[in-house]
Nanobody
């Protein structure tokens, strides 16, 4: 089993920056890809960025060029650096991890979510 705990959210002015962290505990070897999702009020949860086991990132068009996803496998932490934040980035952000079928882990793991509010 794997546990994910996010931190780093908060209130920031437009144009500001935040860095979200996701600490991975438990059997981190069983994790394959990871990502960050967000859900704004009244909207569906959407993928923001993902990173594969080789470290290659993918980004949604909305945030490309402003956000950077990274993963420190040695420390079992994933990050989302968010720059030039906009009010439309306001949402609850969730850390996500896919289990690795090679290790018999077919689960999808979620963190509890962290609020990011962009407002003046």
């Amino acid at each position: 089993q794997v546990q994910l705990v996010e931190s780093g959210g908060g209130l920031v002015q437009p144009g500001g920056s935040l860095r979200l962290s996701c600490v991975i505990s438990g059997n981190s070897r069983s994790i394959y890809g990871m990502g960050w999702y967000r859900q704004a009020p009244g909207k569906e949860r959407e993928l923001v960025a993902s990173i594969n086991p080789a470290g290659s990132p993918n980004y949604s068009a909305d945030i490309k060029g402003r956000f950077t996803i990274s993963r420190d496998s040695a420390k079992n932490i994933m990050y989302l650096q968010m720059n030039n934040l906009k009010p439309e980035d306001t949402a609850v952000y969730y850390c996500n991890a896919d289990g690795n079928p090679v290790y018999g882990d077919y689960n999808v793991y979620w963190g509890q979510g962290v609020q990011v509010t962009v407002s003046s």
